[in-house]
């Protein structure tokens, strides 16, 4: 049912009551899901354009200029809600949907990632939505032949109820190809291609802009659509042939809202009006009602405006793929959504009303108290073994258990695979394409702002140590209840520090997502603030990215960046239960020039390896670099102000290791950089010492407790 207060605004634009065809429709338009009505003040606070800027914010996906006349095209989408109540189905389709934003924009998908967030998996509920969520995108990512290269696994208590599933996908194309959902002439066909329409998904989009509860699993099955790979397969290189042709005017995806929400959507953008024939739906199930067909969400099914003597092609294009087609409508002058069914018209709406009349607003937004940072622990007995601990924790723990159900060279493209700070994938004339996503919903809990500007910092850092430079950013803000002004503070402040943080960095927000309500009456808290993110940049010369792991004996290591007593949501202060304890990493004003100067160094081929410090701090990173040599690290030269704890663990921003052959020409390129020479390559110990401390790891301990994650899902 429609709020009472939509309806009464309904009601007096229309001069009539809406039916329940035209209710359905404006329920689904009119959600948060599909209209942001809390969400939208908010998001006009970001820098949306730039130099490489084509198409920002507001179509299927973004496109970006990559140069040499090649595009990108990128999007970022959650299936949260759907993936709760069926976790294989929910994942999966939250793949197909994002990628067929990719090829609605005329460009092929070359590449996914996966920001994953889950509960405790000391819990059969949590490791059964854990298990086949990774398996509904391995099936799903690997049938249809786009590599998942970079993702992020996250374990937190909050995510019990209400697991995150967001999905970033990067497709490639030729600038000349790309085509928009903005229809252009009234007067041209509307052909529907892709698989038949059935009752799965009904009102996906007002499902997911509520609360989930316990009866959910039941009472919302209908909401979850059912994918199918094998036609999306299809469906990619139907389109692609579609748009090759030059026929294609405007195409969207049906995805949220469904037929209702991508042909209102259509008309809307090129500011014209629609006539559509229900009856014309090609149908999975007999007795389908104008209600159902126009709010399904059933997968695998793209519109095309094409003009009245190009349908035929394009129906020929569609069996030649053996995929369902038929004619459904066309664009009118006048500017109303009109839906016949077997002769009757059975909604008349005004098309600006449905797409562009929910109203909009900033909610009452409340700050907490001032937080406590509390006392700090006793320093530790046994340093060596909270360095173990540290690394065999699942949120710091390998992922290779993830990625190795997932084929990451699809498409011979991938030059960094999984597992390193960032993936890069080669695109044209030496030159390739690095992406990294994801966030630290430990530091947004204690200080949403910082959060959000750190959120991009480190997401760029895993960036410049492949040597790129980030070109855009997508988003996936993931928050609970907007109603409650405690969230809607975190909310706000999250955008606020991303957006803050993007202008830093001159990398302008070019679309995404915003999942509120992930909240769970069975648990019975929101989530963390999870403002999780997608970045693409470019490297430069392929030859040049260095490796993510210690080579060359005696090479030279370098630390970069401040250590600051910067504890506040680490995951050393996580494990040891003082999760609202200390000071959160800030993000410094020299970040920007941290992050420009390491680009730099990098192109210049200079670095034989380098790695991000971030989540874990200093002792993860060095940890992480050990795979086939170790390290001999002295950590006394840093800072003699910090606890070997805080020094081990602090997660302060902008900090990298880099090893080179060339100490002394790099030390000169850092400049006024702050930067430490740390040790030497070599040997198959990693050696960490420092004032009062000195451990020793085994390549084969570090080894086994990084593979925490791999053996529990092995057992």
């Given at each position: 049912?429609?709020?009472?207060?939509?309806?009464?605004?309904?009601?007096?634009?229309?001069?009539?009551?809406?039916?329940?065809?035209?209710?359905?429709?404006?329920?689904?338009?009119?959600?948060?899901?599909c209209s942001y009505r809390s969400s939208a003040p908010l998001l006009k606070t970001f820098t949306t354009v730039g130099d490489r800027v084509i198409i920002g914010p507001g179509d299927d996906a973004a496109i970006i200029r990559f140069g040499d006349g090649w595009v990108l095209a990128i999007g970022m989408e959650s299936h949260n809600h759907p993936s709760y109540v069926d976790p294989y189905n929910g994942s999966a389709t939250g793949v197909g949907g994002i990628v067929r934003d990719i090829i609605s924009m005329g460009a092929r998908p070359?590449?996914?990632?996966?920001?994953?967030?889950?509960?405790?998996?000391?819990?059969?509920?949590?490791?059964?939505?854990?298990?086949?969520?990774?398996?509904?995108?391995a099936g799903y990512g690997n049938c249809i032949g786009v590599p998942v290269v970079r993702g992020e696994a996250y374990f937190d208590e909050t995510y019990s109820g209400n697991p995150l599933v967001n999905v970033v996908c990067v497709g490639l194309a030729r600038e000349e190809n790309i085509v928009t959902a903005c229809a252009q002439k009234a007067g041209n066909k509307l052909v529907l291609v892709g698989s038949t329409t059935g009752r799965d998904g009904l009102g996906g989009a007002s499902f997911a802009s509520r609360d989930l509860s316990e009866e959910a699993e039941a009472e919302d099955r209908p909401s979850i659509q059912i994918g199918d790979p094998f036609t999306e397969k299809l469906l990619i290189e139907a389109t692609l042939e579609a748009i090759d042709t030059g026929h294609v005017l405007s195409c969207r995806d049906l995805g949220a809202a469904g037929l209702a929400g991508a042909s209102s959507e259509m008309a809307s953008k090129g500011n014209?009006?629609?006539?559509?024939?229900?009856?014309?739906?090609?149908?999975?199930?007999?007795?389908m009602t104008p209600y159902e067909i126009m709010i399904s969400e059933s997968q695998e099914r793209i519109l095309f405006e094409v003009s009245p003597e190009n349908v035929?092609?394009?129906?020929?294009?569609?069996?030649?793929?053996?995929?369902n087609a038929s004619m459904i409508g066309e664009l009118t002058e006048r500017l109303y959504y009109t839906v016949e069914f077997e002769g009757e018209v059975v909604a008349d709406m005004p098309v600006k009303l449905l797409t562009e009349g929910a109203p909009t607003f900033e909610r009452p937004s409340t700050a907490p108290a001032e937080r406590d940072i509390g006392d700090k622990p006793e320093l530790p007995t046994d340093l060596k073994q909270a360095v173990i601990d540290i690394l065999s924790s699942h949120n710091i723990a390998s992922k290779e258990w993830i990625y190795r159900q997932y084929d990451h060279e699809v498409q011979v493209r991938t030059v960094d695979k999984p597992g390193s700070d960032a993936g890069v994938l080669?695109?044209?004339?030496?030159?390739?394409?690095?992406?990294?996503?994801?966030?630290?919903?430990?530091?947004?809990?204690?200080?949403?702002?910082?959060?959000?500007?750190?959120?991009?910092i480190e997401n760029s850092m895993n960036l410049a140590v492949k040597g790129a430079e980030g070109i855009a950013l997508v988003d996936c803000l993931n928050f609970g209840n907007p109603e409650k002004p405690d969230i809607y503070w975190q909310f706000k402040?999250?955008?606020?520090?991303?957006?803050?943080?993007?202008?830093?960095?001159?990398?302008?927000?070019?679309?995404?997502?915003?999942?509120?309500?992930?909240?769970s009456g069975e648990y019975g808290t929101a989530i963390v603030p999870t403002p999780s993110i997608g970045l693409i940049g470019i490297t430069g010369d392929l030859e040049t990215v260095p490796a993510s792991f210690f080579e060359g004996e005696g090479n030279s290591v370098i630390l970069v960046g401040e250590t600051f007593d910067e504890m506040g949501g680490s995951e050393y202060y996580n494990i040891k239960g003082l999760r609202n304890n200390g000071n959160v990493p800030k993000v410094r004003e020299n970040a920007p020039k941290t992050v420009e100067t390491l680009i730099s160094i990098i192109r210049e081929g200079k670095i034989e390896a380098a790695h991000d410090v971030s989540a874990g701090g200093l002792a993860t990173a060095?940890?992480?670099?050990?795979?086939?040599?170790?390290?001999?690290?002295?950590?006394?030269?840093?800072?003699?102000?910090?606890?070997?704890?805080?020094?081990?663990?602090?997660e302060s921003h902008a900090r990298a290791i880099l090893v080179t052959s060339e100490k002394d020409k790099v030390l000169e390129m850092l400049g006024d950089i702050p930067c430490t020479v740390i040790g030497t390559v070599g040997g198959d110990d990693l050696n960490i010492k420092g004032n009062g401390f000195d451990l020793s790891f085994t390549l084969d301990e570090i080894a086994e407790a990084r593979a925490s994650l791999t053996k529990l899902m092995m057992e």
């Open positions: 049912m429609l709020p009472e207060n939509d309806l009464k605004i309904i009601t007096e634009e229309m001069g009539r009551e809406p039916n329940l065809v035209e209710q359905g429709c404006f329920l689904n338009l009119w959600s948060e899901h070359i590449a996914l990632m996966d920001p994953l967030y889950f509960g405790p998996l000391d819990t059969p509920k949590n490791l059964y939505l854990f298990e086949h969520i990774v398996e509904g995108i014209l009006g629609m006539r559509l024939m229900a009856d014309k739906v090609i149908l999975r199930e007999s007795g035929d092609e394009l129906l020929a294009i569609a069996e030649k793929y053996d995929l080669r695109i044209a004339d030496g030159k390739g394409l690095a992406l990294s996503c994801g966030c630290n919903p430990g530091h947004t809990l204690l200080d949403p702002y910082e959060g959000g500007k750190g959120t991009l402040h999250a955008i606020l520090g991303l957006g803050d943080a993007a202008r830093d960095l001159s990398i302008p927000v070019v679309g995404g997502n915003v999942s509120l309500y992930n909240e060095l940890a992480e670099m050990c795979k086939e040599t170790g390290a001999s690290i002295d950590l006394s030269g840093v800072s003699e102000d910090l606890r070997a704890d805080d020094l081990l663990f602090s």
